[in-house]
């Protein structure tokens, strides 16, 4: 695999960090979700490599890039993701985003159609219902008094699918400690901006090629979320990724790097 060393660029006013694995092909973006990083998209990116230029960044308040004060609102990881590509001079891309950043790279797709050439939301969700609002406003709220550590093992437990949870204690082990390296504060922050995702009156104004990736035992957008958007991007293809749950990339990246593939070739 061919793979830059971390760079930083300066975009809509904040330093972030990125990656870069291989040299030709079409330009694909991978973002995380809330509290991980480009980190997790490294066995994904070291079978595509060969055939796509990825492109890896830390959110805003994530990782290696800047954590400034809250508060954080989707439209401002959209204009983030926009402004990194323009700083980056990325013209025409396929936006892969996890979890939250399903939502965000959907709205892209929708304000941006001339840079976002085919979209796939990993675990994304047009909207998050009351009970979901509930658990993520406690789960800030947590996070803000006890660090870190008040919520990760809550964390863990929906973002894993179960067959990861009893198979796979180091991947397990190594997720739990990414997540205590999150700053409380920025992760917060990001978390209320997740509860305020609507995205829905954006959705019809996706044309381009879209791929609703989940994992099978997804516990946080299961498969009535996906039929949800499908429903309001009736082009789109469903597939789902066998034994994970919410963080596909991470504990099966071989089906999703196939999956993806697969997508790029038919989309192309």
Not at 117 to 136: H, L, T
Request: glycine share 10%; net charge neutral.
């Amino acid at each position: 695999m061919i793979y830059s060393t971390p760079m930083h660029i300066s975009a809509n006013g904040i330093r972030f960090r990125y990656e870069i694995a291989g040299e030709t092909g079409p330009v694909v973006l991978l973002v995380h979700g809330l509290g991980g990083s480009s980190a997790q998209w490294g066995g994904v990116a070291q079978l595509l490599s060969p055939v796509c230029r990825l492109v890896m960044v830390d959110l805003r308040g994530h990782g290696q890039s800047d954590k400034p004060p809250g508060p954080y609102a989707l439209k401002m990881f959209v204009d983030d993701l926009g402004a990194l590509c323009d700083a980056l001079k990325i013209d025409r891309c396929v936006a892969v985003g996890a979890s939250m950043c399903g939502a965000v790279v959907l709205q892209l797709a929708a304000e941006r159609p001339a840079l976002v050439q085919a979209v796939v939301p990993v675990g994304g969700f047009a909207v998050m219902g009351p009970v979901g609002k509930e658990r993520m406003t406690q789960r800030a709220a947590a996070v803000e008094k006890d660090g870190m550590a008040g919520a990760v093992d809550a964390i863990l437990a929906g973002a894993l699918g179960a067959t990861t949870h009893a198979t796979n204690p180091s991947l397990v082990a190594l997720q739990r400690a990414l997540l205590l390296e999150n700053d409380p504060k920025a992760y917060a922050a990001a978390t209320r901006a997740v509860v305020e995702i609507d995205v829905a009156a954006h959705l019809p104004r996706v044309k381009c090629p879209t791929l609703l990736l989940f994992g099978a035992e997804e516990k946080v957008a299961p498969l009535p979320a996906q039929q949800q958007l499908k429903r309001a991007i009736p082009h789109a293809q469903v597939r789902a990724i066998p034994h994970a749950g919410h963080l596909p990339f991470v504990e099966r990246p071989g089906d999703v790097a196939a999956a993806l593939m697969e997508f790029l070739v038919l989309s192309s």
